[in-house]
Each structure stands twice: as structure tokens, then as C-alpha cells.
């Protein structure tokens, strides 16, 4: 039976952020991507997420390459905006 790959990924605005997703889970495509350039191959993303498939993984992983600049772009914001919150939690003692 044919599989719709276009299907797997699902943007819901009250889900992760309005993040895209794998559909049926809160796993987003910002996830996998973050795993995968932590050296992570999509063996190893399956076995942190066993409830995941290859097809699954691999989505992402073509979404991702498709649309790498934005998406590392959107990641590196948020390593940004996380490093700020600390340094302000921090500066107000509560190290």
C-alpha cells in the first residue's frame, strides 16, 4: 500500500509551537534536525524514539535539507533567545 510522505508532517498552531511535526506526535522537524546535526544518524534517532519509523525520520530529515538555511537560521534564534533567559536568570541570582 502506497504511503503519502506529504502526510507525515503536520503543522497544528496549538501543537510544539506551531512547529512542523511528525504527525501524530510532538517529535518537530526542529528535533530531528538539532539530533541529526549532533551527529546522530536516523538509526539512532529511532532508537531515542522508538515510536518513530525510518519513513518518519527520513521526512524530516528531506524537509530539513530542503529548507536548511531557514531552519538552521530558526535554530540558531533559539540557542540565542535560550542563552539570553539564562544569563538575565543569572544576573538575578538564582544561578
Known amino acids: ?31 530531528i534536525a538539532t539530533l541529526y546535526k549532533q551527529g546522530k544518524t536516523a538509526a539512532s534517532i529511532i532508537q531515542s524514539y522508538p515510536h518513530l519509523s525510518y519513513a518518519q525520520v527520513y521526512v524530516a530529515l528531506a524537509y530539513y535539507h530542503e529548507n536548511q538555511a531557514e531552519i538552521d537560521a530558526e535554530l540558531l534564534a533559539m540557542d540565542l533567545e535560550y542563552e539570553r533567559l539564562k544569563q538575565l536568570h543569572q544576573g538575578q541570582g538564582n544561578a
Not at 507525515?8 to 526542529?30: E, K
Open 1 to 31: 500500500m502506497p504511503v503519502d510522505l506529504d502526510a507525515m508532517l503536520v503543522i497544528t498552531p496549538d501543537a510544539c509551537g506551531g512547529r512542523l511535526r511528525i504527525d501524530g506526535t510532538r517529535i518537530t522537524v526542529h528535533r
